[in-house]
């Protein structure tokens, strides 16, 4: 008999415990395998479906379209409730198969039996491809079960459950509740509150939660938990407790409310039992509501993920439930008359370029889990509150010390002051954008203020703005061809336009030092509105001192320009001294550079920096000052390579560029050879790639040129 390939929807059926039952009582097993068979054949032969044979205790069989195999499914399963002897398990998958001699083959017959294994007992379980065709089905009601890696299945496959009027599948007894907190007083660290349709369509809840913990695996060394009830709210996960009492109230550490156009709904069962439950809880707890970070700033244990935007109202009610500091990370797909939540597959999309990338939003979610968890280590030993699984690293209890000469002499550095900028809130469409920024500008050694989202009510507004300005050294303003919000009493007068002004009276000021820098994004002259061009030539026509409108091409570009001019004459002096060579390697490079500089060390005076992980811009400091006092400074990298490039070209510009006293030798080894490729051609800047054993030569060789040219 030839071959037959088409099109066709599988289902797989298994009697629910008939192992054990052929184990117990034989009879009794042959007898539930009769009384199937007259359940199963009637019903695919009615629904236009073939019987394509037994598995064990289980049938397979095809359907030519995807609705008659689950009317047949559903009506299979009302039989077995009926009946009240065996309950069953289905799962349906569609997809091209071949029809051979009586039995069937292909990729989605091993699909289907691998959905069919998932099901609860007197339960249906459909793939995707299923689900679509019954969208226009209003008899058949289903919702998203999760997405699974299926054996032997390429792709995850996203699976869904079909409703069975009056069958309901077994419920469990409350699990016991298994500890999993980095902290042994909590029961997971993260939990994840959403409404459930928010995830009953497409499944976007669950996509984000396995996205967000593979993001923290990559980015935290703990291993954290995630608590996360895929149930509706109505029969979410009761669990039993320590003390015995049974709940689906769950104790953690970082509350993620998913905020959707629905989740401020005062009277739902999220907003009642998951997010005002968090928020009474943490009033008794040691660590409280907000975390001190490393910088000085507080962070609510609280994070909201907007996946909409949402009505003013639900802002504004947020921001009083949240003490007035709403800090949100959207993942919104904003396009004219769209509001969705942003998916993985919209990376791929060409179209706005403020949109916000899924990738990008996932990871500053991830970073600020990880400071919220730094804060709370810190907490920890500042109040001797015992933890799990946190123990200081080398480099976590490293003494401050920085050697600068291999002859022992040292650097003592006490901890530096970061100066605070004001990153002004931006119109809605740079949102992300200034998220951005503020990580840039905390990199570049700022702390930055506003840590928390633009307040929603006006007069709130101008009080932090102003509150947090004072608190200042200077301003950054980021424009886009966007006006921004207006304000409800003056709708001539942006946020934006308000804080410029606040800003320029700051500067104003009798004897102020403070200084403004004004940016517009390099996408924005495509489309700017006319209120904002007005707003724009406002700007340039009252341009005064310790202002600038720069005109860099990025941002990159444009936090080193701010923090060239806010730190240079603020600088830290440090021990310095005259020397011939002054030679810089990073930590990971440490063992190499140790032969290279007791070489050159028997000819010349050296003066060496280890660059160690953490204290970046401190080392860098130094070396800015250390440079002019040598004849000659040599970056050195092996491994280190990803740090020495951008560190040269910033130590570069610090020192003056083309203009600098001293010149620089930039020299890797040629092992990796991945180092061949990296170069930094700039005047006053010696570049080179050598094999280990001819760097000291090089170094003398250059040496020896600048002392001749001298």
């Known amino acids: 008999m030839p071959q037959l390939r088409q099109l066709a929807a599988i289902m797989f059926t298994d009697i629910v415990g008939y192992t054990a039952l052929m184990g117990n009582d034989e009879q009794r097993a042959f007898e539930l395998l009769r009384k199937n068979r007259e359940i199963h054949k009637p019903v695919i032969e009615e629904f236009g479906g073939k019987w394509i044979k037994e598995l064990g205790d289980g049938v397979m069989a095809s359907f030519p379209s995807v609705s008659s195999a689950v009317y047949a499914a559903i009506k299979i399963q009302e039989a077995c409730h009926e009946a009240n002897a065996y309950e069953l398990r289905i799962g349906i998958h569609q997809g091209e198969v071949i029809f ?3 039995d069937i083959f292909g990729d989605a017959v091993n699909i289907a039996a691998r959905i069919q294994a998932l099901a609860a007992p007197s339960s249906i379980l459909v793939s995707e491809s299923v689900q679509r065709d019954l969208s226009n089905k209003n008899d058949i009601q289903s919702e998203f079960f999760r997405t699974e890696n299926l054996k032997n299945v390429k792709e995850p496959v996203k699976v869904y459950r079909i409703f069975l009027a009056g069958i309901e599948p077994k419920k469990l007894k409350a699990p016991k509740l298994i500890k999993s907190s980095i902290i042994p007083e909590y029961e997971f660290d993260i939990h994840i509150s959403y409404r459930y349709n928010d995830n009953n369509y497409d499944g976007w809840v669950t996509e984000f939660v396995e996205k967000l913990h593979q993001e923290l695996g990559a ?3 703990d291993k954290l938990s995630i608590f996360f009830d895929k149930n509706p709210e109505d029969n979410r996960l009761q669990f039993e407790h320590e003390d015995g009492s049974v709940s689906s109230k769950i104790k953690s550490l970082i509350f993620l409310p998913i905020i959707s156009q629905t989740y401020c709904d005062v009277n739902s069962y999220v907003w009642q039992n998951e997010f005002k439950a968090f928020k009474e809880q943490i009033k008794s707890e040691k660590l409280g509501n907000n975390i001190k970070l490393q910088n000085g700033n507080s962070i609510s244990r609280v994070i ?18 949240l003490s007035g500091s709403l800090r949100s990370i959207d993942f919104i797909f904003r396009e004219d008359g769209v509001n969705r939540p942003l998916l993985p597959l919209d990376d791929e999309k060409q179209g706005n370029s403020y949109r916000p990338l899924y990738r990008n939003q996932i990871n500053k979610l991830a970073n600020a889990v990880k400071e919220i968890i730094s804060g709370i280590k810190q907490f920890q030993k500042e109040n001797v509150f015992e933890y799990s ?4 690293t080398l480099t976590q209890i490293r003494p401050n010390v920085i050697s600068t000469s291999i002859t022992g002499a040292k650097v003592q550095m006490g901890e530096k002051q970061k100066p605070n900028i004001y990153l002004a809130w931006t119109s809605n469409d740079l949102k992300e954008r200034r998220e951005e920024m503020a990580i840039i500008l905390q990199k570049a050694g700022f702390n930055v203020l506003p840590s928390v989202d633009c307040p929603a009510d006006d007069e709130m507004f101008k009080q932090r703005t102003n509150e947090e300005m004072q608190k200042c050294v200077c301003s950054l303003h980021m424009l886009s061809g ?9 709708d001539e007068v942006s946020f934006p336009q308000f ?11 009798p004897a102020s030092e403070f200084q403004s820098f004004i940016w517009i994004h390099p996408d924005s002259n495509q489309s700017m509105k006319p209120t904002q061009q007005e707003f724009i030539k406002y700007i340039r026509n009252n341009i005064t001192r310790n202002m600038m409108f720069s005109n860099s091409a990025g941002p990159m570009q444009l936090v080193d320009d701010i923090r060239v001019v806010m730190m240079k004459e603020k600088a830290e002096v440090h021990d310095t001294k005259d020397t011939e060579i002054f030679f810089i390697f990073n930590q990971q490079d440490e063992e190499d550079a140790k032969i290279i500089t007791d070489r050159l060390s028997l000819e010349y005076p050296v003066e060496i920096m280890n660059i160690m992980p953490d204290g970046e811009d401190e080392y860098r400091e130094v070396s800015s000052q250390q440079i002019p006092k040598s004849k000659l400074a040599v970056v050195y990298f092996k491994y280190a390579a990803d740090w020495a490039l951008p560190f040269i070209k910033q130590i570069w510009k610090e020192v003056g560029g083309a203009s600098s006293p001293t010149p620089l030798f930039f020299v890797g080894e040629d092992d990796p050879r991945s180092n061949l490729a990296r170069n930094f051609k700039a005047p006053k800047v010696v570049s080179t790639i050598a094999p280990k054993d001819e760097i000291p030569a090089e170094v003398k060789k250059v040496y020896t040129t600048i002392v001749n040219l001298k």
């Open 100 to 102: 051979e001699e009586g």
């Open 219 to 221: 980015t935290c060394k």
């Open 304 to 321: 909201p993920v907007k996946i909409h935007d949402i009505d003013m109202e639900d802002v504004k009610l947020l921001e009083n439930e």
């Open 389 to 392: 699984s946190f123990s200081p």
């Open 482 to 490: 966007e006006f921004g919000r207006r304000f409800e009493s003056e």
């Open 499 to 509: 804080q410029f002004i606040e800003a320029k009276k700051k500067i104003d000021e």
